[in-house]
């Protein structure tokens, strides 16, 4: 089956009185029959709910249908995507242990990142696909290799299959946010990718109706007793220790939960993803290439354009498209604000992947608290523009950024 069909019918159980769609199951605990069935379920020897903390089902109807998407072995929602990054990488790291990360990210991510070394745990950056770098950045520390498969604001399209062969030689997993391309452009796991994060507040909800993060364990990993030691008992579980361990630590005692109304809401999201990001992505084409077709004095970054850095690689790693963000260097920051201003479509907010298209400028907003390093890896400047590009008729959008630029 391809990829619409299966977002509709893979990982979607029966659900009770033939109802097309999870019901919402908003309960917070679930009783038993028995006493026996209880302490069951507690000592996971039984299927069954009893906490939403833990589980819920309608919550578990989001995860399997993300599950399948990703072509994972198991999925765990989260409040929100900086949860799910936040438990994927925690889950398997203790003080003294070092991530190597590729230094295009999502702010909050270098944030996270930075709150970690009070724990003890210590990010290498590196220049993302700089294999040499790579390389030498690995000490017997090393526990996790992190990137985003489009880095959010720069760009950059990561060689996950490249990356995770290097991260593999090394006995360490990769661990990667998908959030930009999403699993409509690329099933990172396909590429070698071990652990996938989406943050589904963005295309997978699709409407910005509520803050959610997903992560899926592909279950190739193995890992190694000594090196993964704080697996502990959860070894016995082979491919489902590093995702029982979530589930009954971390994940059940920080209590980073979704709530079930909107794991529903993600549902009714996951439906039009496909066709949402087709969309999204064709637009987002469109625009870029007529901006700089227009415009010799505005800088268009679009991996989907021959002029980026990053062509060649989307152009072997994602199917149907090149996301649906772009950025415009116009020349001064009052020129980038007067441009902002002048647009009538676009929200001017910090977001991305929403069916409107989104403009803001980062260096003021979400890039403020970088340092100078942080913005030049980001890809951050002064005069740029970030354009998350929505559903609308893309004719629209062309008329009314000619008006204001
Ligand atoms: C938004 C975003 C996140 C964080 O997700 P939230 O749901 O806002 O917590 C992480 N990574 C990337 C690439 C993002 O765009």
Known sequence: MNFNTRLLHEGVKKQPNGATF?????????????????????????????????????????????????????????????????????????????VISSASLYGGTIDLFRDIEAFGINTKYVENNNWDEIEAAFSDRTK???????????????????????????????????????????????????????????????????????????????????????????????????????????????????????????????????????????????LAKWIEETYPDVIVNYPGLKSSKWNDIANTILDKGYGAILTIRVGSKERAFEIMNNLTIPYILSNIGDTKTLVVHPASTISLHSTEKELEDAGVYDDLIRISVGIEDVEDLIEDFRNAI
């Not at 990001?277 to 084409?285: D, G, P, R, T, Y």
């Open 144 to 286: 996790v290799v992190f990137a985003e498969t489009i880095g959010n604001p720069c760009l950059d399209v990561t060689n996950i299959d490249r990356l995770a062969e290097i991260a593999h030689a090394h006995g360490v997993p990769l661990i990667v946010d998908n959030t930009s391309a999403t699993p409509y452009l690329i099933r990172a796991i396909e590429h070698g990718a071990d652990i996938v994060v989406n943050s589904s507040s963005k295309y997978i909800n699709g409407s910005s109706n509520s803050i959610s993060g997903v992560l899926t364990d592909s279950g190739h990993f193995k890992w190694d007793k000594e090196k993964y030691s704080i697996l502990g008992e959860y070894l016995k579980f082979g491919p489902m220790a590093y995702i029982a361990k979530l589930r009954n630590g971390l994940y059940r005692n920080i209590g980073t939960c979704l709530s079930p109304f909107n794991a529903y809401l993600n549902v009714i999201g996951l439906e039009t993803l496909g066709l949402r990001v087709e969309k999204q992505c064709s637009n987002a084409f469109l």
């Open 22 to 98: 999870p019901p919402i199951f908003q309960s917070s605990a679930f009783a038993q029959e028995s006493a026996e069935d209880l302490a069951g379920i507690f000592e996971n020897k039984k299927m069954g709910y009893c906490y939403t903390r833990v589980a819920n089902p309608t919550i578990t109807a989001f995860e399997e249908r993300i599950t399948k998407l990703e072509g994972g072995m198991a999925s765990v929602a989260c409040a929100s995507g900086m949860a799910a990054l936040s438990m994927a990488l925690l889950n398997i790291l203790k003080a003294g242990d070092e």
